[in-house]
């Protein structure tokens, strides 16, 4: 029988227990792009109806599963997602500067409540030591502000100043997503990279519901399309398609949760009715 050479591609993410974001959501949108995804697992996150909770797992399990990525071969791409203290952030960077591919993180950070001290420690070694390792970093509006001094980010030139402040630590590449949060019709989303600035529009989808995992998805179909080899451009422009896709096809998980998760398999739905 000869080797199945299925590209393979790397998710470090949390899970999460409704399967709208996390690694779920890596997985199924690695799949629909025809790739084989392996996962490193840095939380377990449960959502009830009162409760959002993240349960870290220890240090050496994480350290553990990464030392089982190390022995696959032909690993095309990385996409790192939640990590949940100071211990995480700094195995998963001295991980990934052993690596020569292209790596996406979505900064999903969750600092938890307590020693302010604590906090801000873990978000400058974040941003200072893990960030700038990445080929893309993916924040929301949220996140962004977490990162830099932009505390207000309402406008185009809102969103030029906060990359122009990320891209100064080292990041050659950064996507913000403005997405339904910016007034007016359209979807904006701001990419910057070393040739310049360019926004991303969308016509914003008629949403009667908030909307659980677009940026973990959108983070993983960047990561796909560059293991597929496209250009940084190429890939954010099918990204944007895909959750785009993904969105419109969310699936509501019934009365009882607020919310609906996005659908990777929106696009293939799509392509099947033209």
């Avoid at 470090?12 to 974001?21: H, M, R």
């Avoid at 500067?97 to 409540?113: N, R």
């Avoid at 529009?201 to 659980?212: A, G, Q, S, Y």
Wanted: negative net charge; glycine residues 8%.
């Amino acid at each position: 029988m000869t080797k199945n050479q299925t590209p393979k591609i790397l998710t470090i993410a949390g899970s999460d227990s409704l399967a709208g974001g996390g690694l779920q959501a890596d997985l199924a949108t690695f799949n629909e792009y025809g790739l084989f995804g392996l996962t490193a697992i840095t939380s377990i996150a449960t959502i009830t109806t009162t409760d959002f909770k993240v349960f870290p797992v220890d240090t050496d399990v994480l350290a553990t599963q990464l030392d089982s990525i190390r022995l696959v071969d032909q690993l095309a791409a990385v996409k790192v997602g939640l990590l949940v203290n100071l211990d995480q952030v700094k195995l998963v960077s001295d991980f990934l500067k052993q690596l020569d591919l292209p790596i996406v993180i979505d900064p999903v950070l969750a600092v938890k409540e307590g020693d302010y001290q604590q906090q801000e420690a873990f978000i400058d070694f974040y941003r200072i030591n893990l960030l700038p390792l990445a080929d893309i970093i993916t924040p929301n509006l949220s996140e962004a502000q977490l990162l830099t001094d932009v505390k207000n980010i309402n406008s185009r030139e809102d969103l030029i100043a906060v990359n122009q402040q990320l891209q100064a630590l080292g990041i050659a590449n950064v996507f913000t997503k403005g997405g339904q949060r910016l007034a007016g019709e359209m979807a904006l989303d701001l990419w910057s990279s070393p040739q310049g600035n360019h926004f991303f529009e969308k016509p914003k989808l008629d949403l009667l519901t908030d909307i659980n995992g677009s940026g973990c998805t959108l983070s993983a179909a960047v990561a796909a399309g560059l293991a597929q080899g496209l250009s940084m451009e190429e890939a954010l422009r099918s990204a944007k398609d895909f959750v785009w896709a993904a969105i419109n096809h969310s699936v509501n998980l019934g009365d009882q949760l607020d919310g609906n998760s996005v659908w990777p398999a929106g696009q293939r739905l799509v392509n099947k009715t033209q």
